[in-house]
């Protein structure tokens, strides 16, 4: 299925191309008539049809009867219209810029198809919009995709890359290369697009982690049982941040500070260790000495099978497939990046300006 934009190109390439295959049909008809018919040479039959479609008043290239000539008349009729249609069309499409959408829309799927490893962002609402700005503060690569011409051209002119289309189908999510992105956001307004976004991910992506928006506590349960590795509440959340405003200000102002914005001092990030690559696999933090090495704080360790150890000692283990949930400041944490191995697949993501 194609979005609006690609629609209307469609549509002005579909036009031209018929009419030039009816003027072909036309040129071709004249020439038979004149040949066939008339008994003329090919080269009198098909000179007598190009001056006759061109309505140039050469005369006939040689004598004709009045069933040539209502043949004529009627050729003339058939050319001129036929001509006059593929003009109206020609102008339409350079008057409406048709031509430099086909040009966009081909920079735009070259573009596309250079995405890789990249985050994909369902819907560009309120909420669409302030997740793009957080990916772009953190340097993300991201494409946007929204139903509404308008939402596109708003996320176009903010300098996002966006497409025209409905993200429950596996065809836009296709053209957004689905299959190479790492996380798909899922912010439509309907709990039902969202459900089917996410199925749609998950069967072309069976590894693409699924973040869903949910109006509703049954919408949550359905959206995780349709294979949202997260569901978010607006309403829960808001009101869980809320709360949290109300006992805890200064708690909730410093993780906010870490979390979100491109002026931060101090950032969160999470590492995955790979046995293959990290040198600190089966050694202990004391043994391992990453905070002396780099400055960064290990806060918490998600072990393979989705245990959580907060505040590790220096006693606890690194394993193959832990998850580090750090602290610090963007050098201490590129640092540990660094050393944690040369191919870490949870790649550091800084804001260029940090």
Known sequence: MYSTLEQKYKRIQKELMAGAVALVMVLLIGTLWYRLIEGWSWEDAAYMTVITLATVGYGETNPLGSRGRLFTIALILMGVINIGYIVNRFTQAVIEGYFQEGIKLRQQRRLMESLSGHYIICGFSRTGRQIAQEFRSESVAFAVIDSEIESVQRAQMEGYTAYQGDATLDDTLLKVGVERAICIVAALPSDAENLYTVLSAKTLNPQIRAI???????????????????????????????????????????????????????????????????????????RAKLRSQTGALVLAIRRRDGSLIGGPTGDTVLMSGDTLICMGTAEQLQSLNKILGPINSQQLRRPKNS
């Open 212 to 286: 869903a928006r949910a109006s509703t506590e049954e919408a949550l349960q359905k959206l995780q049982r349709g294979g949202a590795d997260a569901v978010i509440s607006p309403y829960i959340t808001g009101g869980k941040r809320m709360a949290a405003a109300a006992l805890r200000p200064q708690i909730l102002d410093f993780v906010d500070g870490m979390l979100s914005g491109s002026d931060r001092q101090l950032y969160m990030e999470e590492f995955l260790l790979e046995e293959i690559v990290c040198p600190f696999v089966g050694q202990s933090l004391q």
